[in-house]
């Protein structure tokens, strides 16, 4: 009987170990509710488990608030079916509540007073239960904050006493007659640091306030003519034409009967030196300073003309500057496009502005003598240096040539120019046919023909006849001759 027993108990510590096929173990815990029934060690699948809502909570609608054991041992899921009793809005006058969350069971408020109000109690409320009642375990009130009597001042009366001043009260004062309140005439009760009643500014002075007539040499008034001036009276002034003003336009009577800021100065106006410009010169003497609407007029410099519908003159401005200059009001003149016989200016250059150079070159036979040339100034304008380079093309001939069994006179020569002479001569045993000289043409060609040297008979040993040359021997009585 004992071992039976045994066995039923292990049977039954089976069942209840988690994981045990088919039945539910610990039911879920809700902070919202319990359950109705007392707890078991373990629910067969099917059980439908009933729970109530705990005190604070009441049931969320149409929720039911059942659970049911399921075919693999766990419990069935369910969302909040009970939820806080409402608390309702916390009544807070002159002031706000604000919260993250809502105003159930459970739920927490912060409250802050509205400006000038001073909150007292705590800040925090809770919405609790008691006697199964939720509400506000506490709630602050918001008290008005008050100022210090507003205080008394000599020589003048406080208007709108009162027993109390509270936020955003206020006074005034007034001053006795001929004397000049400085500062607010009304002050409002307001709040330092959150919580203490101050005035919004001191309470003003009475006193007499006078400030000078006051003078602006080459200047003049514009608005404050008369020759009293008390608190916060302003003048306005005016420079002069030709004066610049140092200083402030507008002066203000303060309270220590001076002007503030101080009265203005009227200085002349003078510009200094004009400025240099590389291509133009003033037409009349400059001096060191010149008055406002001092006009300077410039001139070109030679190699340089006015720009069309460019202003040359510049102008003292009131700010002691000169006008800007029309820019390159002077524009540099042009020389004329070289035309070079028998030759071709160096790139492609289309402008020849004053101060250009230029570089030639020659078609053969031709060479230069000069090969540059710069536009420069020349009487009014411009023209080219050299002015004579163009027709500078000069013709020359080639070396001369050499001949066979002869020698020319040109061998020094470089470069032959038109008329020079090269004259030729032959070897020992060898006679010349032709002219001796050649001249350099004007077309740079030597002129032809050229002279040929002949071998001769009863020359030097070893001198030939020339190949192809005719041998005609004659009779004449009793001499040879030989051509
Ligand atoms: C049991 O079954 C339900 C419904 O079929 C499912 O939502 C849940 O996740 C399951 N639980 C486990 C632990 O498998
Ligand atoms: C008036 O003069 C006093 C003393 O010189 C100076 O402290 C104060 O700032 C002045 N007030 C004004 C408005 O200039
Ligand atoms: C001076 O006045 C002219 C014209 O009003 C202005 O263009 C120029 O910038 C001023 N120069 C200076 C230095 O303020
Ligand atoms: C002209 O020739 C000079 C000297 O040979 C050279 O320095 C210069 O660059 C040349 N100018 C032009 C425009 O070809
Ligand atoms: C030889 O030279 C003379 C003078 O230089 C010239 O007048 C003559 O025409 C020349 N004769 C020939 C054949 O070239």
Same mark, same amino acid.
């Given at each position: 009987?004992?071992?039976?027993m ?13 994981g ?20 078991? %060690? ?6 439908? %488990? ?13 929720e039911?608030?059942?659970?049911? $054991?399921?075919?693999?041992?766990? +419990? ?5 079916f009970c939820?806080?009793k !409402?608390?309702?809005q ?5 002031g706000?509540f604000? &919260?993250?969350t809502?105003l ?5 408020v912060? #409250? ?14 809770e ?7 939720v509400? +506000? ?11 210090? !009597?507003p205080?008394?001042?000599e ?31 009304t002050?409002?009760? &307001?709040?330092?640091d959150?919580?203490?009643?101050? +005035? ?5 002075e009475? /006193?007499?306030?006078? $400030?000078?007539?006051? @003078?602006? !040499?080459n ?12 608190y916060?009276?302003q003048?306005?002034?005016e ?26 100065? $009227?200085t002349?106006i003078?510009?200094g030196r004009?400025?240099?410009?590389p #291509? ?8 060191? /300073? ?15 003309t006015?720009?069309?519908?460019k ?21 540099? @003149? ?6 070079v016989?028998?030759?071709?200016v ?11 150079a230029?570089?030639?070159t020659?078609?053969? !036979? ?5 090969n ?12 080219w ?8 093309a ?19 020569l ?17 006679e010349r ?6 001249? $350099?043409?004007?077309?740079?060609? =030597?002129s ?8 001769? =008979? ?19 009585g ?5 051509r």
């Open positions: 009987a004992t071992r039976a045994a066995l039923r108990w292990l049977c039954v510590l089976l069942l209840a170990l988690p045990a096929a088919g039945d539910c173990l610990q039911p879920p815990r809700f902070q919202f509710a319990e359950p109705v029934s007392v707890p078991q %060690l373990s629910y067969p699948v099917g059980t439908m %488990l009933r729970y109530r809502c705990r005190p604070g909570y009441v049931r969320n609608g149409a039911t608030p059942d659970i049911t $054991c399921l075919e693999n041992s766990s +419990w069935s899921k369910k969302s909040a939820i806080g !409402p608390c309702g916390p009544d807070i006058k002159n706000n604000h &919260t993250d809502d159930r069971f459970g739920a927490t912060t #409250f802050t007073c509205h400006p000038g109000y001073q909150l007292v109690g705590s800040p925090f409320a919405c609790t239960l008691k006697n199964d009642q509400a +506000w375990n506490t709630i602050p009130f918001c008290q008005i904050i008050l100022c210090p !009597p205080p008394k001042i020589n003048g009366q406080l208007l709108g006493e009162s027993d109390a001043f509270s936020f955003g009260m206020s006074v005034s004062y007034r001053c006795n007659k001929g004397l000049s309140l400085i500062g607010d005439d002050i409002y009760c &307001t709040v330092a959150g919580s203490q009643g101050v +005035w919004s500014s001191p309470a003003p009475c /006193k007499e306030v006078k $400030c000078e007539n006051p @003078q602006v !040499p200047g003049r008034r514009l608005s404050g003519f008369g020759s009293e001036h008390t916060r009276d003048v306005t002034f420079c002069n034409i030709g004066y610049s003003m140092k200083g402030s336009r507008v002066i203000t009577c303060d309270a220590n009967s001076t002007w503030t800021p101080p009265v203005p100065t $009227c002349q003078l510009c004009p400025p240099q410009f #291509f133009a010169t003033p037409m009349t003497a400059v001096k060191d /300073k010149s008055e406002f609407g001092t006009e300077v007029t410039y001139h070109c410099n030679p190699g340089y006015a720009a069309p519908g202003s040359s003159v510049i102008t003292c401005q009131s700010n002691e500057t000169w006008s800007a200059a029309d820019p390159d009001f002077c524009v540099r @003149q042009q020389c004329s496009a070289p035309k016989e028998h030759g071709a160096v790139g492609d250059v289309k402008e020849f502005p004053y101060e250009t230029v570089n030639f020659c078609n053969a !036979p031709y060479t230069l003598k000069q540059s040339a710069k536009c420069v100034v020349a009487g009014d304008g411009v023209d240096d050299p002015g004579d380079f163009f027709p500078s000069e013709v020359t001939c080639p070396r001369p040539p050499n001949i066979a069994n002869g020698q020319h006179s040109g061998r020094s470089e470069m032959p120019t038109p008329g020079v002479t090269v004259t030729y001569s032959c070897k020992e045993g060898y046919l032709g002219n001796a000289s050649i001249t $350099c043409t004007d077309r740079g060609v =030597w032809r023909p050229l002279p040929r040297c002949h071998g001769v =008979w009863g020359g030097r040993k070893g001198a030939g006849c020339p190949v192809g040359s005719q041998l005609t021997v004659e009779r004449r009793w001499l040879w001759s030989v």
